[in-house]
């Protein structure tokens, strides 16, 4: 009988052991293909928020945010009509026309970084592009936390670019107050 408990608590040690060390459910690849394949994320409402970095997750809401309150104070300006501060275009691709279709060329994982080159189409433009995608390890998941952009571009990154958009708007809120 002490034999059996005995190999029974060294199953469930090894069990145990085997659970904590297990790699994440998803690959960035996974986590790549569920944001790309809906059009134009960064408008998608239902995109799940566990897939990106808090950082990302936070410009993305702030952005928003910004273009949001942009409509308001344009609204309630002496020239409602101007045009309020938009994030217009792909900005998860580098081609502002967006992608129809992409597909991972390579995958190279450093620690708590995954690197994936992405070829993205646009069947309409008839243009091929690469872009470079970072993911960052989160907890046992892989978070979608930047693109960097292959092809000519006003910014370097999509975290440049949302932050950029931000302080615009921050910007024009403080313009607004002025006048």
Known sequence: MKLFKRSLFLIAISLMMGACSQKPAESPAD???KIFSAPNPFRNEKLDSALFSKNLY??????????QKSRETIRMSHAPTDKPLLIEGEVFASLYEGYTGFKVLTEEVIKDTALL?????????QQVWTDTV?????????????VIYGKASSQLDLQQLLQAFVAAGQQEQLNSTIN
Do not use: C, H, M, P
């Not at 080159?117 to 433009?125: A, D, G, L, P, V």
């Open 31 to 33: 986590v790549v293909q």
């Open 58 to 67: 936070q410009l993305i809401t702030q952005s928003k945010q910004t273009e």
């Open 117 to 125: 080159s992405i070829e993205f189409t646009n069947q309409s433009y």
């Open 134 to 146: 970072r993911l960052i390890a989160v907890g046992g998941s892989w978070k979608f936390d930047n």
